[in-house]
């Protein structure tokens, strides 16, 4: 393999990226055509905003405003506080001038589905702004200067996770990054939110990737992208050639279209050829991943002193009558989204927020957007097809071709069915990166990803009641342990008298004191020497 | 669990399981076709005969079972097991033959296992392997339509029947053959008692490779000096067409991605090297040329057809690979040195054996797991800008 790489490079040039075959994938109908055909628009400022300030998995909110207080647009609002790898703090910014009415949980569109504290913001329609500070030549700045201006601005992966960008950085201190890689692999149906950033931003999109590239210290910048993709690719072209450009030093690889290519490690493994292993975070092998958003979220935030109060959303389905993608105010709610793009709300099935592969069913019309809701879809009652009953698994293994893990799912739906642990972990179900391409190739349609999904619930459930389990266990047989040494205790008591522990030492000692010393030495060794004189006399006895 | 769960994903490629067993019966068809035209009509009554009893069998499991007849049935897996099955049943056998056959797959290797998906065992080998061991004559002996002139066959020294010129073959597809076919399926439509030996051939049998086999190299050169030649008959030019249909049916299984590569190209070059190095030309002809293993046989479908059945066959692709490794070397040595007469349902049915063992075993490498690791990067060397 080594050896053809050498060969390739030589042919190429010494440095030449270029995309591997990577292993699985399918090639579902894009969808993507309705979406891309207007610009994006901005939305209009609605009268009501409500701003998710939860973090999905705990932490800390610190509020900084009161209900009743009047903000002006760029104003922080709250800081959230994760705790996932070190304290990380990300604020949340007014998206509009305006007052906050109040302070309590409702629906976001976010994939957790689960309700959040959200600040309830009455905009008051001047958008008043706070001052901001652009920073004109960003390359004078430092990398934890940088850092610092991203994590103010409270930006976030755009791309779905949510993880955040200063942090991202503040790994990538801490070891040499060869490969900074802008994912543009925008491989879902449906989602057309990065490709249509590029068509019209690509410049800022390449500043923010080279600002990127230069606070984590990257040897290389490459932005990947589909080859499906003509508009964006001509965009980054001429983006790349133009000035702002400096050091032409971002890259631009072609990928083959196929999803689930823009799934970080797949992604990877496609374009540098280098494998994660489980368990690792790409950056210990010298990479990292931003999204396309977060790199223009990262070019307005120090560019333009921009916090983040925004993002790109695809609107899409068959019901509405104008698709499009908007550059949405954080808190707009989707309701709001789909009377803009003309809804009629009588045929809608259902709301799909994500594509529509790894999308979840949209609890309400009335959830707020986040910072990491990338597309919502007002699906008609004959766009997705109600699911067919399930067959029984024929183990054909078109499953297995195309799970870019390289998973048996087949086998892995035979072991969730009887809940072997045991044969669920050692078969890899938390490599399982739920990206859906087994369930898409199905023939008996089973619903392999919540399968899967339970199972994992399952597994981690048992590790809890193991946990649990063997705390009380322990606690059990330590009070076994307690009770049968009272027992001895209570025996040796009758038998010897007690020696008086000494109170000089503390109470561990005492403590000490009461379980070995209990009959003190002395006492001990005559009464071993005693035992020990009738042994052998008896001995003897028996001898003669 | 229920089956309609409303989570992502929402799209789906729209394939369903009666789809892959239709497009199996078509690439089936053009085998079908062949041995038709070269055997007459004895396949399509036995097709016929089984398909009869293997939806009533299905129907009546299903309703044992308490599950929907109609949804089930309409999966078309029961149509498969039995073309399969008929195909491989000598044509010119009686009904009841057939019947037994079918419905002992149906209703005990796939529905007492759990049904459809649950089979341990490839149903219409089990079957075909049933039959063979409880009605050894009965399914050795090829019908192939002929009208008896005069005389009776002559046999030469050796005890080998020769075949005469005072017997006439019948036009395969003509009406008379057809109402012999009739009659050997139906006995009991006839009007006086007939006797069957009179129209099945003994030595016309399944293939020109178990002729080959049969038939011992003095039987040979002898029937030769006698101006007979067993390989001057037509059914070796029949079996080459036969199977380079199912072949055909086969590459067109692979290019609509029903079935893997791994499985067939994994029995047919196990076979293929098999063959060439025992044969040995000259001196132990007995092997037979690799050739007339592939061509000569029921190489093909069984490669393409039987052994890829998903539910029966290992499901790994590495493990894929030595399932069909281990159905060649059966293949082989049961054709060889074993005492049955071809020896696809047997190679098959050991398969099916080792199919869990390697499902466990066999596994390709997750993505990110056993990885060597891997040495650090180089420390950067662009200095970070002030």
Partial sequence: ??????????????????????????????????????????????????????????????????????????????????????????????????????????????????????????????DEALQLEPQSNYSLLSRVNIASLIRDAGVIGMGGAGFPAADKLRLCGESAIEFLIINAAECEPYITADEALLRERAEKVVVGAEILKQASAARRCIIAIEDTKPDAIDALKQALKSEMNLDQTCELVLIPSK???????????????????????????????????????????????????????????????????????????????????????SNKQKSILGGSLMGSELGSDKAAICKTTNCLIAASADEFQAPQAEQACIRCGFCADVCPSKLLPQQLLAFSKTADTTQLLEHGLFDCIECGACDYVCPSHIPLVSTYKESKKLIATRRQDLEHGSYWQQRFQFRQYRVKKEKDQAVSRKVAVPAKPTLAAGPAVKQQNKKTDFISKEQASLDIAAAVARVKARRDEKNQ | MSGLVAGAPFQHSGRNIAQLMQTLLYALLPGIFASLWFFGFGILINIAIAITFAVLAEAAMLRLRNRDIRSHLSDRSALVTALLFAIAIPPGSPWWLVALGIVF??????????????????????????????????????????????????????????????????????????????LLAFPFAASGAIDISEFVDGLAMATPLIEFKMAGKSALLAARESGASLFARESETAWEIINISYLLGGLFLLYKRVISWHIPFAIIATVFILAALFYAPGSVAIYGTPYLHLFGSATMIGAFFIATDPVSAATTRPGKLVYGFIIGVSIYSIRVWGSYLDSIAFAVLFGNFCAPILDQYCRPRIFGHGLRSKSKPLPNEVPVKP
């Fill in chain 1, 1 to 126: 393999m080594s050896a053809l790489r050498q060969l390739a490079s030589k042919f190429f040039g010494s440095d030449t990226v270029f995309a591997r075959r990577t292993v699985g994938g399918i090639q579902p109908l894009p969808f993507k055509e309705d979406s891309l055909r207007s610009r994006i628009m901005s939305t209009p400022i609605p009268q009501q905003l409500t701003i998710p300030i939860g973090a999905a998995d705990g932490g800390e909110i610190t509020l900084l405003v009161d209900i009743g207080e009047q903000v002006s647009k760029y104003q922080k609002l709250a800081v959230i506080s994760i705790f996932t790898e070190g304290v990380s703090d990300v604020p949340v910014h007014a998206p509009t001038s305006g007052v906050i009415t109040s302070i309590e949980n409702s629906i976001v569109a976010d994939h957790s589905q689960q309700q959040q504290l959200c600040i309830n913001l009455a905009a008051d329609g001047h």
């Fill in chain 1, 259 to 345: 999803y689930p290519a823009g799934s970080e490690r797949q992604l990877i493994k496609c374009v540098t050829g280098i494998e994660i292993a489980t368990g690792q975070h790409p950056t210990e092998n010298g990479i990292v991943m931003y999204n396309v958003g977060t790199a223009y979220a990262v070019y307005e935030a120090i560019v333009e002193g921009k916090p983040c109060v925004s993002r790109f959303t695809t609107l899409c389905g068959q019901e509405l009558k104008t698709p499009k993608n908007f550059e949405v105010l954080i808190g707009t709610t989707a309701d709001f989204l789909f009377e803009l793009c003309g809804i009629e709300t």
């Fill in chain 2, 105 to 182: 797959a149906i209703v005990i290797v796939k529905h007492l296992y759990g049904g459809l998906g649950q089979n341990p065992f490839n149903p219409a080998m089990c079957g075909y392997a049933m039959l063979l061991l409880a009605f050894p004559l009965a399914m050795t002996g090829w019908h192939i339509p002929f009208e008896v002139i005069t005389g009776p066959l002559s046999v030469d020294n050796l005890g080998t029947p020769i075949l005469t010129a005072e017997r006439e073959f019948l036009s395969q597809l003509s009406w008379g053959s057809f109402k012999q076919a009739l």
